[in-house]
C-alpha cells in the first residue's frame, strides 16, 4: 500500500484530488495546512507529497525544504493556480519532483503522480554500491583497478625517473593528459612547472609564436615581447597534446629543440636555452602519418623513445565503477552540490554502454546526472547516455534497429554507407551499426572513413567554404587542407 499526503486551503480541491488518486493499493491523505503535512508525512511513512504553494503557516516551497532537508528522496509535487516563472524554478532547485498549474491538473495529476510512485518503489527497492575510495586517494585522477591499467601504472613509475621523451597514444577523451601529468608528478622534475599545448587548438599561424615566443614587432599584433611554452617549462615537462595535428615546418623546428636544446623567438635573434622534457600525445596513427608524409620521420622516432598506449573505457569495463564514485564524489566537492550515488542497476547500464567519447563523456554524464538529480541515489532512468535522442534507450534497451538502417551498412561494409547516416539515426544506433560493420571486415578503417565522410558533408553543406567547414567540424582550417589533401577529395567536390 502506498501512500499520499495532499495539503492545500480548499477542501473542494482536497475531495476531488482523493477520489481521483485513491485505489484499492493507494491511500490519501488530506491536510489544510503545511505544518499539518509536514507530521502527517513523517507519522505515515508516506510515498508522495503533494502540496498547493500557497498554503500556511508557511509556504509549499518552505515545506518543500523542510521535507527534502530530513528525507533527501522525498517525492514532492507542487502545485498552483497562480504559478510563475520563480516558483517553478525555486522548487527545481530545491529537489520537486514537478510542479503543475492547477488549471492541467485534470489531465496531468494522475499521469505525474503513478510516474512519481514508480520513482519512489524504485528508489526505495534500489540497492547502492559501496564506495571503496575517496578523492583523496587518487589526486591524480587516474583510477583503475583493470589488468590493462596497471600496465599504465606500472610504465608511468618505469619512465617518470628518466629523462626520456614520451609518447602516449590513445582515443579522444582516454586520459592522456592525466598521465602525461602522472609523469611529470613522478619525475625529478615535479617541483617545476608542467605545461601543456594542445597543438590542434591553435591556429597554425599562431602555433610557432605559442610555442617559441615571439619579439616585440615581430609581426603585425606582435605589440610586446611574448615567452613562448620552452621558455615556461623549461627545467619542467612540456605537454605536447594531438601532435599528430602539428604542420611540418613547425614539427622541423620543434626537432631542433630536441636535438640541439635551443631555439630563437619568433622574429629575434638570440638563441636561448631550454632544458624541457617533452611528452606527446595523439590519437593518431603516427606510422600511418609518416608514410603519407604528413608528420616527419625524424620528429617521430625522436618523440618515440617511450610509448604509454592507454586504452579506451569499453576495454577496461572493470574500471568504471570506480571511476563512477571518483567523479560523483569529485562534482560533488567542486559544484558545491549534495553527494549522490549510483544504484546497482545504474551501474550495471554504465558497464553496458560502450562509452565512445571515453572517460571524458563518462564525466560528463555523471556531472549532468548529478546536477539535476532530485534524489542522492541515481537510477538508470537518471543516466543521461548518448547525446542526440532516444540514444539512452537504445542502449538500455529499450529500442531496435530496423533491418533497414542495418543493412545500410552492412552487405558492402562501412564504404558504402551514405554520409546521411548519422542524421537518419540516434547518434548510438548509428556507432553500433558501423562498429558491427567494421567487425566484419578487418581491413576497414572506421575512423578514418568517418574523417573522410564528414569532410565532404561539410564541405557541401557551406558550398566549399573552408573556413565555415573547419567551424563546423570543429578543427582549424589548415587541418581541414590536410584532410582534403590527404583523402583525395579535391576532385570529388570540384574545390579550386
Request: glycine share 6%.
Amino acid at each position: 500500500m502506498q501512500t499520499i499526503v495532499i495539503v492545500d486551503p480548499e477542501v473542494d480541491f482536497l475531495e476531488w484530488a482523493a477520489h481521483q488518486l485513491e485505489t484499492p493499493s493507494t491511500r490519501v491523505l488530506t491536510a489544510g495546512r503545511a505544518d499539518e503535512a509536514y507530521k502527517l508525512y513523517f507519522a505515515q511513512e508516506a510515498d508522495l507529497l503533494i502540496t498547493e504553494t500557497h498554503v500556511q503557516p508557511f509556504s509549499g516551497l518552505e515545506l518543500l525544504a523542510k521535507v527534502r532537508l530530513k528525507d533527501p528522496n522525498a517525492m514532492v509535487v507542487l502545485t498552483s493556480a497562480f504559478g510563475t516563472t520563480q516558483s517553478v524554478i525555486e522548487s527545481m532547485k530545491l529537489g520537486a519532483y514537478d510542479f503543475i498549474r492547477k488549471e492541467s491538473l485534470p489531465f496531468n495529476l494522475k499521469v505525474v503522480v503513478d510516474s512519481a510512485l514508480k520513482a519512489q518503489a524504485e528508489m526505495r527497492a534500489a540497492t547502492t554500491f559501496k564506495p571503496q575510495l575517496t578523492v583523496d586517494q587518487h589526486q591524480d585522477s587516474i583510477v583503475g583497478q583493470s589488468e590493462a591499467m596497471q600496465q599504465v601504472f606500472k610504465m608511468i613509475g618505469r619512465v617518470a625517473h628518466s629523462e626520456a621523451p614520451v609518447m602516449i597514444t590513445g582515443e579522444s577523451g582516454s586520459g592522456k593528459e592525466l598521465v602525461a601529468r602522472a609523469i611529470h608528478h613522478y619525475s625529478r622534475r615535479s617541483d617545476k612547472f608542467f605545461v601543456a599545448i594542445n597543438c590542434a587548438a591553435i591556429p597554425e599561424t599562431l602555433l610557432e609564436s605559442e610555442l617559441f615566443g615571439h619579439e616585440k614587432g615581430s609581426f603585425t599584433g606582435a605589440v610586446t615581447q611574448r615567452v613562448g611554452r620552452f621558455e615556461q617549462s623549461h627545467g619542467g615537462t612540456l605537454f605536447l597534446d594531438e601532435i599528430g595535428e602539428m604542420a611540418l615546418p613547425v614539427q622541423s623546428k620543434i626537432l631542433r629543440v630536441l636535438q640541439e636544446g635551443e631555439f630563437s623567438r619568433l622574429g629575434g635573434n638570440v638563441t636561448l636555452h631550454a632544458d624541457v622534457r617533452i611528452v606527446a600525445a595523439t590519437n593518431k596513427n603516427l606510422e600511418q602519418e609518416v608514410a603519407r608524409k604528413q608528420f616527419r620521420e625524424d620528429l617521430f622516432y625522436r618523440l618515440n623513445v617511450v610509448r604509454v598506449h592507454l586504452p579506451p573505457l569499453r576495454q577496461r569495463v572493470e574500471d568504471i565503477r570506480l571511476l563512477c564514485e571518483y567523479f560523483l564524489a569529485k562534482t560533488s566537492l567542486q559544484k558545491h552540490l549534495p553527494r549522490v550515488h549510483l544504484s546497482e542497476e545504474a551501474v550495471k547500464v554504465m558497464e553496458n554502454y560502450p562509452w565512445p567519447g571515453n572517460v571524458r563523456e563518462l564525466e560528463n554524464t555523471l556531472q549532468r546526472a548529478t546536477v539535476l538529480a532530485t534524489t542522492d541515489v541515481l537510477l538508470p532512468k537518471d543516466i543521461p547516455l548518448g547525446m542526440v535522442g532516444d540514444s539512452r534507450t537504445n542502449v538500455n534497451g529499450g529500442g531496435e534497429t530496423s533491418g533497414n538502417e542495418t543493412n545500410a551498412v552492412g552487405g558492402n561494409g562501412v564504404g558504402a554507407a551514405s554520409a546521411e547516416l548519422a542524421s537518419a539515426l540516434s547518434t548510438q544506433a548509428a556507432v553500433e551499426l558501423l562498429f558491427q560493420a567494421a567487425a566484419q571486415d578487418n581491413s576497414l578503417q572506421l575512423l578514418p572513413w568517418l574523417e573522410r565522410e564528414f569532410t565532404i558533408a561539410a564541405m557541401k553543406l557551406t558550398r566549399g567554404n573552408q573556413l565555415k567547414a573547419a567551424k563546423i567540424l570543429g578543427v582549424t582550417r589548415a587541418t581541414l587542407r590536410k584532410r582534403i589533401e590527404r583523402f583525395g577529395i579535391t576532385r570529388e567536390l570540384n574545390i579550386q
